[in-house]
C-alpha cells in the first residue's frame, strides 16, 4: 500500500453537476440551460398545481355534475337480526347506542339506524337514532319498544 493506491471510501465524495450560469467560457453561461424567454427561464418561476402549460387543465376539462349535500346524516344500519343476535349474546332487554359502540358493533361517533331484515323474537326496548318503519313494527309485534334519541 502506497500514496498512490489511496482512494476516498465509496459514496464519500459525491460529484456536482457542472455550475450553470458563471460566464460564456463554462459551456453553460448565457441562458444557463434555461433556453430563450418565457415563464421557465425566469427567475421565481414556479409551475402552478394543475398547470398544463397554457392547455386546460384536466380539472377543468371534467364534465361537473350532481350536488354533495354538506349536512347529509350517513347512519351506520343494523338489522333486527344482527340486533337479536346481539341482544341473545350479551342478554340484553334494552339496547342503546352506547351499548352498540361499547361493544364494537358501531363506532361512538356513528349514528345508528335499525333496519327491518330478519326477525326479532324476543322483547327489546330499543334507544337509537332512527328507525325504519318494518324495523318499528317489527319490535313493537315482539312486544318491546322504541325510542329516538
Known sequence: MDLSSLKPAEGAVIKKGKRVGRGQGSGKGGTATRGHKGAQSRSGYSKKLGFEGGQMPLQRRVP????????????????????QEFADK???????????????????SDVVKILGRGELKSKLNVKVHAFT???????????????TI
Not at 344500519?77 to 340486533?83: T, V
Open 133 to 147: 318503519n318494518a324495523a318499528k313494527e317489527a319490535i313493537e309485534k315482539a312486544g318491546g319498544s322504541v325510542e
Open 90 to 108: 350479551y342478554k340484553l332487554s334494552e339496547v342503546t347506542a352506547e351499548d352498540l359502540a361499547a361493544k364494537k358493533m358501531v363506532k361512538k
Open 64 to 83: 361537473k355534475f350532481g350536488f354533495k349535500n354538506p349536512n347529509r346524516v350517513e347512519y351506520v344500519g343494523i338489522n333486527l337480526d344482527r340486533l
